[in-house]
């Protein structure tokens, strides 16, 4: 079965700096994908930045990068120009093609300003 | 169609009372999740529909949890003879096709009394 691990359970980056979160799964497959989503204090779920495994680029939001090691099976998250309502617990999941998704335990990320 | 809607929001109950859950998904998308969030964990699987079908639940799932979605579109999880431990967030989530991100609904908090 796939799993998902975030080993960092809090982290913290002072406002206006950069900070990393990493992520790291098991899988046996090929094609799959990869997502972090943020979910904030109003315990919504929402989508930061999304990978296609099949693809080498790593994807880039705005301020939001993903370091994605598909031979290490890493996927973490750089947050650079930290902002204060980046704070949030971030998750980082795994789909594979088509069927469900697959959570990490989560980072809970606090911005110090 | 703004999203992914649930109701109710909030559902207190007391042990051994059967809830039902509904779900409303964003309208064209095919695939609905449920699960399952404590408080500082991640989503935890339940199930999951592709169309009407149920493709896919989740072993941890007693029989006391059964979900449908008779037309493809909306769905309720239902529990029967609550327990304490039932207590959690309950989100549904859906998504287009595959790798597409899943888009979450706001989620139902039940309270076992």
């Known amino acids: 079965a796939q799993t998902v691990t975030q080993s960092q359970p809090e982290m913290s980056v002072q406002e206006a700096e950069t900070v990393t979160l990493s992520c790291t799964y098991d899988?046996?497959?090929?094609?799959?994908?990869l997502f972090w989503y943020k979910q904030p204090p109003s315990r919504q779920m929402i989508l930061v930045i999304r990978?296609?495994?099949?693809?080498?680029q790593n994807a880039t939001e705005n301020r939001f990068s993903v370091n994605f090691q598909k031979a290490a099976k890493s996927f973490s998250l750089k947050i650079s120009d930290s902002q204060l309502g980046d704070a949030a617990m971030y998750f980082c999941?795994?789909?594979?093609?088509?069927?469900?998704?697959?959570f990490g335990t989560g980072t809970s990320l606090t911005v110090i300003p | 169609d703004t999203g992914v809607s649930q109701d109710p929001r909030h559902k207190i109950t007391k042990r051994g009372q059967n809830v039902t859950f509904r779900c409303d998904p964003i309208?064209?998308?095919?695939?609905l999740y449920w699960y399952r969030q404590t408080l500082g964990q991640g989503p935890e699987f339940l199930t999951y529909?592709?169309?009407?079908?149920?493709?896919?639940k989740s072993r941890l799932l007693s029989d006391r949890f059964s979900a449908e979605r008779p037309e493809g579109s909306i769905s309720t999880l239902t529990i029967q003879r609550t327990e304490q431990r039932d207590s959690a967030m309950y989100r549904c989530?859906?998504?287009?096709?595959?790798?597409?991100?899943?888009?979450f609904g706001q989620g139902t908090r039940l309270t076992v009394v």
């Open positions: 989530a859906s998504s287009l096709g595959p790798g597409n991100e899943a888009f």
């Open positions: 899988t046996s497959e090929s094609d799959y994908y």
């Open positions: 990978q296609e495994a099949y693809k080498q």
């Open positions: 999941a795994y789909r594979s093609a088509g069927n469900q998704f697959y």
């Open positions: 309208s064209e998308h095919n695939r």
């Open positions: 529909f592709q169309n009407e079908a149920q493709l896919e």
